[in-house]
């Protein structure tokens, strides 16, 4: 799982930061999934090691122009290009109408289906390997965070061991692999489970934006392995933060270490911590690791592997 971060400006884009977009590839199956889509995003993926034909899902969080002003567009030279089979959108109930309205008045017709899901709090989205999650957080208008879990793979299986207990190979390992319990020919039951290692832990990601502080993004990033944050103002500016309902550094960093977070990365950042002005994006970042030090800054075309935990580091689950 990897994450590429394809603009961190908010409300508007600047010389060094597109407006909001973040790729997560998923190597293993081809796949590359969008949490929002702010106008230029193409562009963005054009300038940047992201394969557009690879796109399968796009997660909304809500419908600020920043966060949707370049999904028709992504949509359209999709359709153009002639390489995507079909896109699943999630998102707020007007997502559907938004997208109708422009293909109607811009007279686009899309080459391939586009399935519009309107997300409620809860499961949204589950595979054979992943499960997606959103739920409210607390901003202007409705606006969700999504969390992102891997499932668990099984753990290796001991060949060898499997050998020296006699067991024939074949089609009885596959069974034994997926910790199944067997009988062997001459009568002798083996559990599968006691042939494997311990299971790979899968990895987990939580995305929050647009919101102020809430207890609502604490419970979705709860013991994940990156959480994706806004931070669109500093500490110095929290009354604006509270008045437009946006969150400081501080409060992404308060965020992490209630939710006990392995990784922050900040991103949504106002433009008017440009070089030159009396506060600078840098302490915005010493201000969040202050309370949180595992922090990063997102910058345009960060891009971030999610490392494996293994399985002794994970947090015990809760009831």
Same mark, same amino acid.
């Given at each position: ?11 508007i ?21 969008l ?17 557009v ?5 796009i ?6 122009g ?57 499961l ?17 208008v409705p606006a969700? %965070?999504?969390? +992102?879990?891997?499932? =668990?793979?099984? #753990?290796?299986?001991?060949?060898? @061991?499997?050998? !020296?207990?006699?067991?024939p ?5 596959g ?11 001459? %009568?002798?039951? +083996?559990?599968?489970h =006691?042939?494997? #290692?311990?299971?790979?832990?899968? @990895?987990?990601? !939580?995305?929050c934006?647009?919101t ?7 419970a ?6 990156v959480l ?15 008045q437009r ?57 960060l891009?971030?592997?999610?490392p ?12």
């Amino acid at each position: 799982m990897q994450i590429t971060f394809l603009g961190t400006s908010s409300g508007i884009p600047t010389r060094a930061r597109n407006v909001s977009s973040v790729a997560l590839r998923l190597p293993q199956r081809a796949e590359m999934w969008l949490f929002d889509c702010g106008e230029g995003t193409q562009h963005q993926i054009l300038r940047s090691d992201l394969k557009v034909s690879q796109l399968t899902r796009i997660f909304v969080t809500h419908m600020h122009g920043d966060h949707v002003f370049g999904l028709m567009g992504l949509l359209a030279s999709c359709g153009l290009a002639g390489n995507t089979a079909r896109v699943d959108l999630y998102g707020p109930p007007r997502l559907e109408e938004y997208l109708r309205a422009c293909e109607r008045y811009s007279h686009t017709h899309l080459s391939y289906p586009v399935q519009v899901h309107m997300v409620e709090p809860g499961l949204v989205y589950e595979d054979d390997e992943f499960r997606v999650f959103c739920t409210l957080l607390k901003h202007r208008v409705p606006a969700f %965070g999504y969390r +992102v879990e891997e499932k =668990d793979r099984p #753990g290796r299986f001991d060949a060898e @061991r499997a050998a !020296a207990l006699g067991i024939p190979f074949g089609p009885i390992y596959g069974q034994l692999k997926r910790g199944e319990v067997v009988t062997l020919p001459d %009568g002798r039951q +083996v559990r599968g489970h =006691d042939l494997c #290692g311990p299971d790979q832990p899968g @990895r987990k990601l !939580a995305y929050c934006t647009d919101t102020v502080f809430c207890e609502e993004a604490i419970a979705l990033a709860q013991d994940v392995d990156v959480l994706i944050h806004e931070a669109t103002f500093s500490h110095r500016d929290a009354e604006m933060a509270f008045q437009r309902l946006h969150s400081t550094s501080t409060m992404a960093a308060q965020v992490a270490l209630a939710a006990q977070v392995q990784q922050l990365i900040m991103t949504h950042f106002s433009p008017r911590y440009a070089p030159g002005n009396a506060i600078q994006l840098e302490d915005l970042l010493a201000e969040a690791r202050a309370i949180f030090p595992q922090t990063l800054m997102a910058h345009d075309f960060l891009t971030y592997e999610i490392p494996r935990r293994e399985p002794s580091t994970l947090t015990p689950a809760r009831g």
